[in-house]
């Protein structure tokens, strides 16, 4: 039996490394070269680090789906996890969270959200789609 992995480290260390220095990057770029001193900040310039920075994470974010594409076709069962985050949400926003006095800790929130999802990838992993044979 081969097991399948959504990351093999042996084969994408460096994508991990340029994720790292990429991000050291920016905070140095971002701490040493354009806030070097203290001043207050307008709306215009607050503004302007927004779009900035709005479109770094939106260019880390094509680049992380062009290099994800292919792990979403190994997650065939995800769309099941998703839909069970779902009904899980707006069950605790019809319950109003009722069963703990009014209040469900966000951390189990997060917590079962995040064990949904696992599961469901976990689960796609660990029982590929199966192809129709070739005729």
Do not use: C, Q
């Not at 994508?15 to 203290?38: C, I, K, Q, S, T």
């Not at 503004?47 to 994800?68: H, K, Q």
């Not at 926003?93 to 917590?111: E, H, Q, T, V, Y």
Request: aromatic share 14%; proline share 3%.
């Amino acid at each position: 039996m081969t097991t399948a992995s959504l990351f093999p480290f042996a084969e994408t260390w460096w994508v991990y490394g340029v994720f790292v220095l990429f991000v050291v990057g920016m905070l140095a770029l971002d701490f040493g070269v354009f806030h070097r001193r203290a001043h207050a900040v307008g709306f215009r310039e607050a503004a302007a680090w927004s779009v900035v920075w709005g479109l770094v994470a939106f260019g880390v974010g094509t680049a992380l789906f062009s290099f994800l594409a292919g792990a979403v076709g190994r997650s065939h069962l995800l769309r099941y996890g998703l839909g069970l985050v779902l009904v899980f949400v707006g069950l605790k926003m019809a319950w109003r969270n009722d069963a703990l006095g009014g209040k469900l800790p966000i951390a189990w929130s997060l917590g079962i959200i995040s064990l949904l999802l696992a599961a469901t990838v976990g689960l796609s992993l660990a029982f590929p789609k199966l192809r129709a044979p070739r005729a």
